[in-house]
């Protein structure tokens, strides 16, 4: 269904998102993909699936559709993203080095802490906006690990150079896309090896189902990868698989309205009264701002992280106090989210009134108006 295989021009993403995974149906004219919810096969099946911990035909057509946007060899789906960080992170050599961003998701960072106090393999935690700290800590890694848009800052590493320092150190380069998608950026046209997605935010795209993809560059990778998933028994759940489709139907339309929404949002906050700073990708004052504007071609994503003028009570205060803002933890889904970052053992290092805000699909001045009203009943704007 992607098109360019036979000399036929490539269809556009946006067209790939909603027909990628294409199926075969059986004869009913079914217009959506099949849920198949079958734990074992029957040995003389043509496709020769056996058991539902290594075969599933839902996740196939997933993880097919997901290896056509990122312009993969190939996909594999695990139980969560957590489970795909994991099985990742279960190619590093024991005993090798590991480099990644300092604001990597927290749920990382604390696993890769975790593996090399037991022993597993060596953690050097950088700022991988900085060339020379990542040429550096280049030398002998095993395996380069960046995020498209760090957590919770929006920080935004060059990949391109990434991939160039990972290969002359011979490390493999994974990025985790989870917060910018196929849609913003395709790391592995970059050089990547490996990309990364928690689908239970973007993908997913409705905070329903918890799911993860691995997209590979080359058919090692992927073998590796699903053996993992198999032997560890990391597999998502066939419904998890069939929602994480049907959300990624709509993921174009939903970035463009979320996108354009958290645009509008950042501009509207950077300099409102009590908003000491407000850190996004596409306004002009942030550090990478040129380098997302190439990276992500001229979108910005939809996550925006503010930092009011409040210590944390007061800060808590504001995030209860919207009213189509939920205060909840999580990003990418239709519903608009906030939450003071400092609350989590992992960011408790970052200013107490950092308040990340993931932009839905509502009214862009409804939420504009709901922040407004929170920081008159905490007393930033009267
Ligand atoms: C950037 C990023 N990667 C990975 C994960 C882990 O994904 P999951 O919650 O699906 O295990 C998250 C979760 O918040 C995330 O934000």
New binding site residues.
Partial sequence: MSGGSSGEPRLGIATRVVHGAGFEDLGSGAVVPPLVVSATFDHSNPGRMVYGREHNPTWTLLERAIADLEDGHGAVAFG??????AAVLALVPKGAKVVAARD?????RELLLQMESAGRFEVDLIDTTDQDALGRAAAGAAMIWL?TLG?PLLSVPDLARGALVSRQAGALLVV?N??ATPILCRPLTLGADLV??????YIGGHDDL???VVAARDGDLLRRLTDHRTSHGACPGQLEAWLALRGLRTLDVRLARQTASAQFLAAALAGAPGVLRVHYPGLSEHPQHGLAQSQFQGRFGAMISIELDLAAELAERFCAATRIWTNA???GSVESLLERRARWPGDAHLPAGLVRLSVGVEDPDDLLSDLRQALVSVGLVV
Avoid: P, Q, R
């Avoid at 969560?80 to 960080?85: E, N, Q, R």
């Avoid at 990597?104 to 990382?108: A, H, L, Q």
């Fill in positions: 969560s993203g957590m489970a795909g960080v990597s998701y927290t749920g990382t995020e957590n985790d989870t917060f990364v997605h928690s689908a239970s935010k918890i799911l993860g933890t999580s990003l």
